[in-house]
């Protein structure tokens, strides 16, 4: 009987000690863009992806935290991420910029990132797209469930693209991902995107993808 108690009582504490390593995920989200680089605008100048991004990017984090979710962001602010790369390797802003975000998601311990930025084609272009690393088929789960969701959103289909040529995706270790809400070329969608009404669909839809994703691979808020 003291056998079995000794081992009982071992079997508790080893489990409670894996439990205790089990890393709560951090949700790092990358509003794209930001300080002299405005991204992509619209029409008449006067709407700035880089500020839109901003906005759905906060908003999306405000819903998670308030959800119980750890989220940090890259930027809070009207700046680009060149502060926190290193400045003695000879490269221009961009580059800065870009190896900056992952570095940001990289010291905040990042167990993925969502990078959110606006898109440019013509007047008739609309919806969101999803790019992911395709060497990470956790970056391709994560996408999906985010594609999926946002379809919905602007009844317009896509599935989500090959993402390797975008640094901040490629680059990372964990599942990582860049949205494309909508397009600022078209004034339609542009007249959505800037409304309440509309940024509160794709972050409430935003927000569905990843709590899903992260109960398909269980891991604990």
């Given amino acids: ?7 009982f009582a071992l079997f508790l ?4 000690a894996m439990a205790e390593t089990i ?16 991204g ?9 992806e880089k500020d839109l991004n901003l906005q759905i990017a906060k908003k999306l984090a405000k819903k998670l935290r308030k959800e119980g979710f750890h989220v940090e962001l890259t930027r809070e602010t009207d700046e680009d991420a060149t502060k926190f790369a290193p400045t003695d390797r000879g490269w221009g802003r ?5 190896f900056g975000r992952v570095e940001a998601a990289n010291q905040k311990h990042a167990t993925m990132l969502i990078s959110i930025h606006g898109n440019h084609g013509t007047t008739y272009n609309r919806g969101s797209v999803l790019y992911f690393n395709t060497r990470s088929f956790e970056s391709y789960m994560l996408a ?23 640094f901040v995706i490629r680059r990372p270790d964990f599942p990582s991902v860049l949205v ?8 339609v969608e542009l007249a959505k995107l800037q409304t309440d009404a509309y940024q509160e669909k794709l972050v409430q839809a935003m927000r569905d993808g990843i709590a899903h994703f992260i109960t398909l691979y269980h891991v604990p808020k």
């Fill in 23 to 38: 890393r709560k995920p951090v949700i790092v989200i990358d509003p794209g863009h930001g300080g002299i680089d405005p």
């Fill in 13 to 16: 504490f080893t489990n409670g």
């Fill in 94 to 98: 961009h580059k800065r910029d870009l």
């Fill in 144 to 166: 999906a469930e985010l594609q999926n969701r946002l379809n919905t959103v602007s009844n317009k289909y896509y599935l989500p693209r090959n993402g390797n040529s975008f």
């Fill in 1 to 7: 009987m003291r056998i079995i108690l000794v081992l």
């Fill in 180 to 187: 494309e809400y909508g397009y600022l070329s078209n004034p």
């Fill in 40 to 48: 992509t605008q619209s029409a008449d100048g006067t709407v700035l």
